[in-house]
């Protein structure tokens, strides 16, 4: 299995028998570290980190440094030309240029998508925005995967701030794809982003029940379940699941419960200083439960008061194992793309995910994702990139941008293919017309206003195919 020259910029980057021959390196790095050095010398790692890191950055260096390569970094935008107005894609071409390979951080959704665009050396996302942290899931599927040798059928609890945690975003594709069950547990206003939802329903083929419930039972208050996500035990089973009971699920227990921090920084400040108080903490009393007696008990980390320090010493807490395994499984991630490594496993690994190749929506209007934190909005970025989206539904009309996945809903609508014959044909439409279903794709245009539409109209609208 090779990964040479690969980017790693979302968890969907890798199949499921390559995460395998990663995990399987990284055993073998892990039981065998001082060997490893060498295998990447005369390599250069470049760390670019825009916004704070203690793990991600520094599993990735000792990484590096562990096999013997060598690395550059940069820790402050402030420091380096994007402080001037430099855009992403220059930064990219010029780094890539000096480095064999880039780590990056970024606060912008879809930024490591455009280094990955331009560098032309692989590229590893170390989060970007709430979007993804495909790396932090490597740690912590390897860390389930050590504890419980498997992750198929287990029962994974996500816990805290759901919208906003990249970590949880990337994990949950991955969980899907991997066969296991994910028992949703938010803080309030914290449910997973409606676009993440949406993609779990139409591209991994198991079945989403809501229960809230269960939240009302004395038990419940203690382990607030919103929503419940089963995968399909077998490939070949569609969402024919009969209705479980969730309650007889939850006895069967809960083998790993994912702890995350609730994520100001990508929240306007609130005013209530309730607000904090009311983020659900996990602590003894928590433990207590019965679904908690062999749970493994997780985090990305950094903490902040969601995870009591009175629970530190109990057997059933990983945290600190799971960031100390950065090391090797960010040794192997660093082996493999630059080609230093490549690996056999003997096994096949089915993937639960349904593949879907959606058409691609490309062309000058003003129709612009609608995630102002996209990489795409950006003023430095916008003299380059064109927004583009892959279009996952005519009913209702459903594009989702290529950078950061949000979805956006347009209102008016027109095809390309309206000249038969006279000038009247030329005419735009509510998106939500049944006219909408019958233009092919390519001839697809989508307008940000109904003014947008009446200008191309008139003739005035750009409108054009890229
Ligand atoms: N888990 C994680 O990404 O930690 P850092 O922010 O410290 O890198």
Redesign the pocket.
């Known amino acids: 299995m090779s990964l040479t020259n690969r980017d790693l910029v979302t968890i969907d980057d890798l199949s499921n028998e390559e995460m395998e021959a990663l995990f399987c390196l990284a055993d073998e790095m892990a039981d065998s570290t001082d060997a490893q050095y060498g295998l990447c010398r005369g390599k250069i790692m470049a760390t670019l980190f825009f916004?704070?890191?203690?793990?991600?950055?520094l599993s990735f260096e000792a990484a590096m440094l562990r096999l013997g390569g060598s690395v550059i970094s940069t820790v402050d935008v402030g420091a380096t030309s994007l402080a001037k107005g430099e855009s992403i894609a220059d930064m990219a071409k010029v780094v890539g240029s000096y480095a064999d390979i880039i780590v990056i951080?970024h606060p912008w959704e879809g930024a490591a998508k455009v280094v990955a665009d331009y560098a032309g050396i692989p590229v590893i996302n170390?989060?970007d925005g709430g979007h993804e942290?495909p790396t932090?899931t490597l740690c912590d599927l390897y860390t389930i995967r050590k504890e419980r040798q498997t992750l198929k059928g287990l029962r994974i609890a996500l816990w805290g701030d759901l919208k906003h945690g990249r970590?949880i975003h990337s994990l949950i594709y991955a969980l899907a794809r991997l066969g296991a069950s994910i028992l949703f547990c938010p803080g309030s206003g914290l449910e997973l982003p409606e676009h993440v939802m949406r993609r779990l329903n139409t591209e991994y083929r198991g079945e989403l029940k809501k229960c809230g419930h269960l939240n009302h039972g004395p038990d419940r208050k203690l382990f607030p379940i919103d929503a419940m996500y089963i995968t399909p035990t077998s490939h070949h089973q569609l969402a024919m699941l009969p209705d479980i009971s969730l309650n007889v699920e939850l006895q069967a227990g809960v083998d790993a419960l994912y702890v995350t921090r609730l994520q100001k920084e990508r929240q306007a400040p609130t005013t209530d200083p309730q607000e904090r108080k009311k983020y659900p903490v996990v602590d003894k009393e928590l433990l207590k439960g019965k679904e908690f007696e062999k749970t493994l008990v997780m985090h990305?980390?950094?903490r902040v008061d969601e995870l009591a320090y009175e629970i530190d010493s109990d057997p059933r807490s990983k945290y600190f194992k799971q960031?100390a395994h950065g090391i090797p499984v960010r040794m192997a991630l660093t082996a493999m793309l630059l080609g230093a490594r490549v690996v056999s496993i003997s096994s096949k690994y089915p993937s639960f995910a349904h593949k879907v190749e959606y058409p691609i929506y490309r062309r000058h209007s003003g129709v612009r994702c609608s995630n102002l934190n996209c990489v795409s909005n950006q003023e430095t970025e916008t003299k380059y990139i064109k927004p583009e989206f892959t279009i996952v539904s005519d009913e209702p009309l459903t594009l989702r941008c290529i950078y950061c996945q949000h979805e956006l809903y347009p209102e008016y609508v027109a095809s390309s293919d309206w000249h038969q014959g006279t000038l009247e044909h030329k005419k735009y439409h509510s998106a939500r017309s049944r006219w909408t279903k019958k233009i092919r794709p390519e001839n697809l245009i989508v307008f940000a206003s109904e003014d947008e539409a009446r200008a191309w109209q008139s003739g005035n609208g750009a409108c054009t195919k890229e």
């Open positions: 916004e704070p890191s203690t793990r991600t950055r951080r170390a989060g942290h932090q970590t990305p980390l950094p960031a």
